[in-house]
């Protein structure tokens, strides 16, 4: 009996040090995908910029641009899909001449 719940534990700890290592590599493809964005809709890319952070960014993540006078931000937004968290990564830049 002691064995089953020992394992159990042991399983459960497994389960959420994977899940917890997970969301943390969505967040980091989220801020590597919104940073990239940024720097293309600087540039004046925003379609561009669209498309390549669709491809950094973890699958189904939202990506958001939004340009306001001389700023870019953008910012992605994805859920984890072990844990009921949302992960999400915010990049700005300075519009180039």
Wanted: charged share 15%; hydrophobic share 60%.
């Amino acid at each position: 009996m002691e064995a089953a719940v020992a394992i159990g534990a042991i399983v459960v700890a497994l389960w959420l040090g994977l899940a917890g290592v997970m969301a943390a590599a969505d967040h980091v493809r989220c801020l590597d995908a919104a940073r990239e964005a940024a720097r293309l809709a600087a540039r004046g890319e925003v379609d561009r910029a669209q498309v390549v952070a669709a491809g950094i960014a973890p699958r189904g993540a939202a990506i958001t641009v939004h340009t306001e006078g001389d700023t870019v931000f953008v910012s992605v937004h994805s859920a984890n899909a072990v844990l009921p968290i949302t992960v999400h990564g915010d990049a700005y830049a300075v519009v180039e001449p």
